[in-house]
Antibody
Framework: EVQLVESGGGLVQPGGSLRLSCAAS????????MSWVRQAPGKGLEWVAN????????YYVDSVKGRFTISRDNAKNSLYLQMNSLRAEDTAVYYC??????????????????WGQGTMVTVSS | AIRMTQSPSSLSASTGDRVTITCRAS??????LAWYQQKPGKAPKLLIY???TLQSGVPSRFSGSGSGTDFTLTISCLQSEDFATYYC??????????FGQGTKVEIK
């Protein structure tokens, strides 16, 4: 079964750090672009970061640039999000998501076809 | 950044109704558009990609159309399990992606 399972969320004080993990199974993880998407309580979806198959390209939404770092370990079939200098506005459910591959290629220009169940991050004193 | 605007923000409908949700991009995005369904407490689910291609396993009562800046998601005959929030997403503006604000479909 194709699956993504996030972990690492929790309560952290403003200015603190947290590292989220996403374990992939049931597919060839190293073949896919991967992403993090977040959703603040009662709000809509916001794309946070993307990473290329080999980790050579990484992109971020402006609001997290310089504070968050996306990474991956293809040997462990795992995706990560290191979050530093956390702010109250970072409070959200964080989802990892797979960028779908077409029948012929796996590029960043595609939709998110597999999502994890999400992990909650709360930034509060 | 490309902005995605959905309308309406919410709607009330009955089972069996035909429902249409609109998504407008602030600039042309060709057909690089996806639609997702999200139920409370659950992760989003991909319904349609490339503006009109149905994801495997998604019922045929869902359909998408449009290109450029204007797109629609249609549910031809609303079922009880379709009451949810729907989001459009553009993936044209490499390397940043944006979602619409969502449309909540509620029971009338």
């Amino acid at each position: 079964e194709v699956q993504l399972v996030e972990s690492g969320g929790g309560l952290v004080q403003p200015g603190g750090s947290l590292r989220l993990s996403c374990a992939a199974s049931g597919f060839t993880f190293s073949s896919y672009w991967m992403s993090w998407v977040r959703q603040a309580p009662g709000k809509g979806l916001e794309w946070v970061a993307n990473i290329k198959q080999d980790g050579s390209e990484k992109y971020y939404v402006d609001s997290v640039k310089g504070r968050f770092t996306i990474s991956r370990d293809n040997a462990k079939n795992s995706l990560y999000l290191q979050m530093n200098s956390l702010r109250a506005e970072d409070t959200a459910v964080y989802y990892c998501a797979r960028v779908r591959c077409s029948s012929t290629s796996c590029y960043a220009h595609d939709a998110f076809d597999i999502w994890g169940q999400g992990t909650m991050v709360t930034v509060s004193s | 950044a490309i902005r995605m605007t959905q309308s309406p923000s919410s709607l009330s409908a009955s089972t069996g109704d035909r429902v249409t949700i609109t998504c407008r991009a602030s600039q042309g995005i060709s057909s690089y558009l996806a639609w997702y369904q999200q139920k409370p407490g659950k992760a989003p689910k991909l319904l349609i990609y490339a503006a009109s291609t149905l994801q495997s396993g998604v019922p045929s009562r869902f359909s998408g159309s449009g290109s450029g800046t204007d797109f629609t998601l249609t549910i031809s005959c609303l079922q009880s399990e379709d009451f949810a929030t729907y989001y459009c997403q553009q993936y044209y503006s490499y390397p940043t992606w944006t979602f619409g604000q969502g449309t909540k479909v509620e029971i009338k």
